[in-house]
């Protein structure tokens, strides 16, 4: 006779990128082994590729996780681990004065709330811009799978960053003609971009400089200075 097996509960979250409203699981004791023993091996493909694999376990539905924004990941991921391991996230928060042997002493601890933690959207932000004359650019978030693509590059190498640039750009367009980017071959959008005068390249790179981010503003006092701290906290790696 087959043992009985567990029936988990579902939630529903929106998508930051996309306002598509999707259903997900909790973790399950498999999906948290998975993530220890990725953690534990300190490699970041393995930690990458497990992530992904994980939250795509989760979600109930036809989304395809490598192809959302990594501020689209970072989201699902806080929201899924506060439904299985709590809705708070305890923080470490430092004094940014040097208290010599009191610097342990020098910190707190604070608790967020998964909830007040959210995608930041700068206003200014815009994925589409006028480069020349006529002619200009339609910008694509960078997805996990992206990311992946470029895990094992040096992280000082420069061309990482024009590849993904050139990756992330969906169309190019005229007066006359939208041209898609996944129709040209690399060679040609190298040379587009590599043709571009600084300013302009400029406004591409604002693209990714203001493009939404995971954060939460804290507020705090030092137990042993009483300075006051207003931070910004990012990225899903500050809350864990």
Known sequence: MALPINT?????????????????????????????????SENQKVMADTLKSVIQSCIVGEIDVSKLATFDIEYLFLHIRGKSVGEEVP???????DHGEDNEKAQIKYTVRVDDIQVHKDPNHTNKFELFND??????????????????????DASVMFNVIADCIDFIYDSNEVYSAQDQSPEEISQFLENLTTEQFDKVQSFFESMPKLTHEVEYNCPVCGKHHKVRIEGLQSFF
């Open 8 to 40: 988990t509960p579902t939630y529903t979250v929106t998508i930051p990128s996309t306002n598509q409203q999707i259903s997900y699981r909790p973790f399950l004791v498999k999906d948290q082994k998975n993530l220890l023993v990725a953690q534990q």
């Open 135 to 156: 002619v200009g650019i339609q910008m694509k978030y960078p997805s996990f799978e992206m990311i992946d693509k470029f895990q094992n590059a040096k992280q000082d």
């Open 91 to 97: 923080l470490l928060l430092k004094c940014d004065e």
